[in-house]
């Protein structure tokens, strides 16, 4: 059975779909300076606002993009709903852990928490403070922060009744959900389904993570260039609506491209390093054209996971190089985008499919002098588009490859 893109909604620190092609075909890049949290230093950021995105309200408003886009419209209860997420709604967490902890230290003073080594902790707690509001309202709404809620969110939202799946897979995360998204479809189980992934990353914890790591920018992103310093953040949500092509050919809608295969493969090698020589990736890449049915040659164009360390950019170039001697176009999106983490894979499968329907390619935004000996798309790039992968690789080895066309 084949399965179609009918319709997609995105949002990022570029805008929503049409508003963020246009800018990355001119190059622009959604990353500034920002310091969202008084406690933590100003970083390169890609926010959608300038404060940091909420989780519901990106999901909300790229489900609606993308029914719109399709012409659909709710209730829809046969259609399938797969939305992961890498954090889910951890900011809200991070909230209700604050509030607690300094309400617990102004009501145990002589605890190890006491005002000695917190001495604004029991000012921070007092009736009428923020954090003495907050907790109460954390604790009421606590069970919609629950990692599947999103999905559940969403299902809600366009009235479904079938299945409802809510993947984690790290940064490949987005990847896994258009892939179950189309099992789901392919096995019968539905005739439609909404799949893609949702981030809002920006909070204290994730960024001081990443930032003892070292494994984040001091100025902008880069991927591929000689001189990258690291990843840098973004918030973003991306779904689109896939369709068997017997409904859509149907009901008359217009079709953005098909979703060939996948490949899934994990590493078991390391908590956040790449395999060495890349063996499980590059079983991801012939795996998902296996079950295209494609050859290395098929290939027109890859949008690559692209994060900008200098890591991934290593390893992925080494990929590249080793299953596409002949050469293939090749780019990353994230010196615009920012790393939007978990929906970082959705949203370049749907730049992907904008690739298609307009038979361009998008530019390695951020690219100066590069280190690798790879086609890298500089500029937009026009011509007979017709085959493309899109690579997503994530934290504990998870490697996710999808064919569209």
Not at 128 to 153: R, V
Not at 350 to 366: R, S, W
């Amino acid at each position: 059975m084949e399965v179609v893109v009918t319709g997609i909604g995105t949002i990022s620190a570029l805008g929503r779909l049409d508003s963020s092609w246009k800018s990355l075909l001119a190059s622009k890049s959604g990353i500034k300076l920002h310091q969202p949290f008084p406690e933590l230093k100003a970083l390169p950021l890609a926010l959608i606002d300038e404060k940091p995105a909420n989780l519901n309200v990106l999901v909300h408003q790229v489900v609606k993009d993308a029914l719109q886009d399709a012409g659909l419209v709710p209730p829809l209860p046969d259609c399938g709903v797969v939305i992961g997420s890498s954090r889910s709604q951890q900011a809200q967490w991070e909230k209700l852990a604050q509030a607690s902890y300094y309400l617990h230290d102004a009501e145990h003073p002589h605890s190890r928490l006491h005002d000695a080594e917190h001495p604004h902790s029991r000012s921070q707690a007092q009736p009428g403070n923020d954090y003495s509001k907050a907790l109460p309202c954390l604790l009421q709404d606590w069970l919609e922060t629950l990692p599947h809620m999103g999905a559940i969110a969403a299902a809600r939202q366009i009235g479904s009744t079938a299945p409802v799946l809510a993947p984690m897979a790290a940064c490949a995360t987005g990847i896994w959900a258009i892939a179950q998204g189309f099992e789901l479809i392919r096995s019968g189980q539905c005739q439609r389904a909404i799949a893609g992934a949702v981030e809002a990353p920006i909070t204290p914890l994730t960024l001081a993570g990443f930032e003892q790591m070292g494994a984040l920018a001091k100025t902008g992103c880069y991927p591929f260039d000689r001189y990258r310093e690291g990843l840098v953040l973004g918030e973003a949500a991306a779904v689109l609506v896939l369709e068997s092509a017997e409904l859509a050919h149907r009901r008359g809608a217009s079709i953005y491209g098909q979703i060939l295969g996948f490949g899934l493969t994990a590493d078991a090698y390391h908590i956040s390093a790449p395999e060495l020589g890349g063996k499980s990736a590059i079983a991801a890449v012939k795996q998902c054209l296996e079950r295209s049915h494609l050859s290395f040659g098929d290939i027109d164009y890859i949008h690559t996971h692209g994060t900008s360390t200098q890591l991934n950019d290593q390893n992925e170039a080494y990929l590249i190089r080793h299953l596409f001697p002949q050469g293939v176009a090749v780019s990353s999106t994230k010196g615009s985008t920012g790393h939007t983490l978990g929906a970082s894979g959705a949203l370049g499968v749907a730049f992907c499919l904008m690739g298609l329907k307009y038979q361009i390619l998008p530019p390695c935004v951020g690219l100066n002098e590069p280190e690798f000996d790879l086609d890298l798309v500089k500029e937009p790039r026009r011509g007979n588009i017709r085959r493309m992968l899109c690579f997503s690789f994530g934290f504990g080895g998870q490697n996710a490859v999808i064919a569209l066309g």
